[in-house]
């Protein structure tokens, strides 16, 4: 029997109540306008599997990090591509990342810092609410990771009231 879609694509904490824990999540929470704690966690796991891959390119090498990178090419051009490391990163700086560097890749948070919406959660409800565009394109997943060559091809849907540069919800001074 498959597990299909019942699988779980996060790990939840190992204990429920961590007081430190909790407020550095709440504050993660509200510095990107995340729904639910499931999204951090999401997120979490996702930079769990970075790091996980990077071990073991590094171990098949033998701690040599030319051939590390040699050997995960691919891993290391998809990560680049969307503006998790620099061009200049080696596989060794994947260990040293952090879930923030993540979460500033998704559409919610570009959106927030391009200027098109005044609150991480105001972004989010223009993104569900079909008002933003990836290259021409209607997106509707605020957890969408955007790379670097589609940050500034991100606008209002040309058939949205908010493409009015006076309409009322759209943040101060935006063009």
Known sequence: MSTGSNTKRYETPNHPYQGERIAQEGDLLGRYGLKNKEELWRTQSELREYRREARRLIGEAQGDVSVAEALGEEFLERL???GILSADDDISKVLGLDVSDILERRLQTIVYRQGLASTPKQARQFIVHEHITVNGA???????MVEETEANAIAFDENSPLADSLHPARAEGQE
């Open 138 to 144: 209607r997106v509707t997943r605020p957890s969408k």
């Open 80 to 82: 680049r591509r969307y």
